[in-house]
């Protein structure tokens, strides 16, 4: 049974910081590109940043510089590290993971995170 499992999320103020993992079993690690997504109230799911089987990383402009992407292939865990958490950054995050040319392709259920004074 394949499960994506975030973990991390949280209430924190403006320009404080969280650390959010994503937990897999039951899949290949290491050969899923793995992606993190959020969705705001009323907003569509976008891309917040990814990293490839080959550790290739790619962020959102409206989060390069504030986040970073990373995995652990030996833990089947990947991260997503936010630093100078702005108001906007509110919303559920979400674990993808993609085996690249196959139908295969997980979510996690998603993690909570509110900036907020």
């Known amino acids: 049974q394949v499960q994506l499992v975030e973990s991390g999320g949280g209430l924190v103020q403006p320009g404080g910081s969280l650390r959010l993992s994503c937990a897999a079993s039951?899949?290949?690690?290491?050969?899923?590109?793995m992606t993190w997504y959020r969705q705001a109230p009323g907003k569509q799911r976008e891309l917040v940043a990814a990293?490839?089987?080959?550790?290739?990383?790619s962020s959102a402009d409206s989060v390069k510089g504030r986040f970073t992407i990373s995995r652990d292939n030996a833990k089947n865990t990947m991260y997503l590290q936010m630093n100078s958490l702005k108001l906007e950054d509110t919303a559920v995050y979400y674990c993808?993971?993609?085996?690249?040319?196959?139908?295969?392709?997980?979510w996690g259920l998603g993690t909570q995170v509110t900036a907020s004074s």
């Open positions: 993808n993971a993609r085996w690249p040319g196959r139908n295969a392709e997980y």
């Open positions: 990293i490839t089987t080959r550790g290739i990383t």
């Open positions: 039951g899949i290949s690690f290491r050969f899923y590109d």
